[in-house]
C-alpha cells in the first residue's frame, strides 16, 4: 500500500511557475513508476506525465511537453512537477499516482493521491 500526498498547488499567473509535490508513504516509492494527471472543470481527468522508478526517463503529454518537468527524490520518498509557462488552459485539480509501469493509462495506476488545484489567471 502506498499513500500519496500532494502540494503546492495555488493561484499563479500566465507566464507563471509552480512547483507541485507529491509526497509518498508506505511502501517502497521507489518500487512504482509515478505519474501526473489533471482535471480540469467539467473535463475528464488527463494524462500529464509520467516518470520511471529511478527518475531515468520520462515521458509528457503533447500539451505540457517543453514547459512541465517531472521529477522524483527516491530517497526522500518525493515526486515533483515542474510547471513553468504556465497557461489558463492548464487550471486544472493535479494529481499524482503510482504504478507498476509507466504509461498514460490511469487504469494502470493502482495508488492516487487527493489532488491539488492550479489556477492560472490571464
Known amino acids: 500500500q502506498v499513500q500519496l500526498a500532494e502540494s503546492g498547488g495555488g493561484l499563479a499567473q500566465a507566464g507563471g511557475s509552480l512547483r507541485l509535490s507529491c509526497a509518498a508513504s508506505?511502501?517502497?516509492?521507489?518500487?512504482?513508476?509515478m505519474g501526473w494527471f489533471r482535471q480540469a472543470p467539467g473535463k475528464e481527468r488527463e494524462f500529464v506525465g509520467t516518470?520511471?522508478?529511478?527518475?531515468?526517463?520520462?515521458f509528457y503529454a503533447d500539451s505540457v511537453k517543453g514547459r512541465f518537468t517531472i521529477s522524483r527524490d527516491n530517497a526522500k520518498n518525493m515526486g515533483y512537477l515542474q510547471m513553468n509557462s504556465l497557461k489558463p488552459e492548464d487550471t486544472a485539480v493535479y494529481y499524482c499516482?503510482?504504478?507498476?509501469?509507466?504509461?498514460?493509462?490511469?487504469?494502470?495506476?493502482?495508488?492516487w493521491g487527493q489532488g491539488t488545484q492550479v489556477t492560472v489567471s490571464s
Open positions: 499516482a503510482a504504478g507498476g509501469t509507466m504509461t498514460r493509462r490511469q487504469r494502470e495506476y493502482d495508488y
Open positions: 508506505g511502501r517502497s516509492f521507489s518500487s512504482y513508476a
Open positions: 516518470i520511471g522508478r529511478s527518475a531515468g526517463v520520462t
